[in-house]
């Protein structure tokens, strides 16, 4: 019995170290949703209507926001752009960017699709009818409201600050303003969904 207790150690300590080396999977920074939902919508874009089904094949970015917001909006569109210039070219050829304007009154398709295209040529902007961003909004869970009412084209809007990450037409992701700025971490979980 002595004899085998070094050669069943030796075992013991070999199994130990091929477990430490095996590859482990991903552990997401953002928060990975653990039943992804099935979504899809349709708002305008510069060019006429644009789905989010178009982009089946893609990691989807997409951020609720405004063009007159003074600081979230640009500070998380600044966040994406880091993220996304760090993937190599062929990685964002499969990443897309959305802008959703949550303020349809001053945000125009074209309005929106410009202030995304500020902060990275490759971002898409888009907005629609009160009724339709009300519809995407909801969706996602997103909540918006004009505040500091000072007066037509006047005002501030409260709206829910998270990056949503669709793969596939499924909501799977989720980035906090806080989370969104961590850039590593955020090209990592983008790079363990591609």
Known sequence: MKRLLPAFLLV???LA???????RGHTFYGTRLLNPKPVDFALEGPQGPVRLSQFQ??????????????DVCPTTLLALKRAYERLSPQEQERVRVIFISVDPER???????????????SFLGL??????????ARTF??????????GPGEYLVDHTA????????????????????????????LRALL
């Open 57 to 70: 094949d893609k990691v989807v970015l997409l951020f609720f926001g405004f063009t007159h917001c003074p």
């Open 127 to 136: 907005s629609g009818s009160p009724e339709a961003i009300q519809e995407v």
């Open 17 to 23: 170290l091929a477990y430490l080396l095996l590859p």
């Open 141 to 150: 869970g997103v909540y918006y409201q004009k505040t500091q009412y000072r």
């Open 107 to 121: 945000d125009s398709p074209e309005v929106a699709d410009r202030y995304a295209k500020n902060f990275h040529p």
């Open 162 to 189: 998270t990056t949503f990450v669709v793969r596939g037409g499924r909501l799977v992701l989720l980035f906090s303003p806080e989370k969104v700025e961590a850039t590593d971490k955020v090209v990592a979980d």
């Open 12 to 14: 013991l300590a070999l």
